[in-house]
Structures are given as C-alpha cells and as structure tokens.
C-alpha cells in the first residue's frame, strides 16, 4: 500500500502563486507514474499534471500549461505541484494521485491522497 498526504491549499487572490505538496509513504518504490488532479462539484475530476518518477518526463493539461509545474523530489518521496498565474476558474480540490505504471491522463491511478482545496479569489 501507499498512503499520499496532500499540503499547500489556501485562499488567494487572481495572479497570486500556491505550491502544493504530496508526500508519499509505504511500498514507494512500486510508484512510477503521479499526477494532480482536481475537482469542483458536480463535475468529473480532471486532470491537471503528471510525472513519470524515473524519468522525469511530465505532461500538463492545455489549461495549466505554462502556468504549472509539477516536480518529482524522489529522495523525499515527494512530487510538487507549484501553481503561478492563479484563476478563479483554478478553484478546486486538488488530489495528488500514483500508479505502478507510467503516468496517463485517465483517472486510473492505485492510490489517491484525501485533497487539498484550493480557492481562487477574483
């Protein structure tokens, strides 16, 4: 089993930054792929970032890109979520999550952490 705790939610305002932190604990090194993603109510949860830990490699959602920047600290066991250029339409909880295998945009992953809610103030 693996356990992700998620940290780094808040209130801010438009434009201002938030980085998010997700702590992974238990069969770690099982983890290849993580990724963040969030959800508001009555919608799906929707990808936002993912990273490959061996690797790397990362892929971001079209409305976060070059705006966020997911990162792997694999010492720490630890992947980051740092969020520049903050939306309203940015609100949401966000959910750390990790898989055995490589890193996807479904929603398919082992392990998720509880959320993190982060708002966005216009």
């Known amino acids: 089993q693996v356990q992700l705790v998620e940290s780094g939610g808040g209130l801010v305002q438009a434009g201002d930054s938030l980085r998010l932190s997700c702590a992974a604990s238990g069969r770690t090194f099982s983890i290849n792929g993580m990724g963040w993603f969030r959800q508001v109510p009555g919608k799906e949860r929707e990808f936002v970032a993912g990273i490959n830990r061996g690797s790397g490699n990362t892929y971001y959602a079209d409305s976060v890109k070059g705006r966020f920047t997911i990162s792997r600290d694999n010492a720490k066991n630890t992947v980051y979520l740092q969020m520049n250029s903050l939306k309203p339409e940015d609100t949401a909880v966000y959910y750390c999550?990790?898989?055995?295998?490589?890193?996807?945009?479904?929603?398919?992953?082992?392990?998720w952490g509880q959320g993190t809610q982060v708002t966005v103030s216009s």
């Open positions: 999550a990790a898989r055995e295998g490589f890193m996807t945009i479904k929603a398919e992953y082992d392990y």
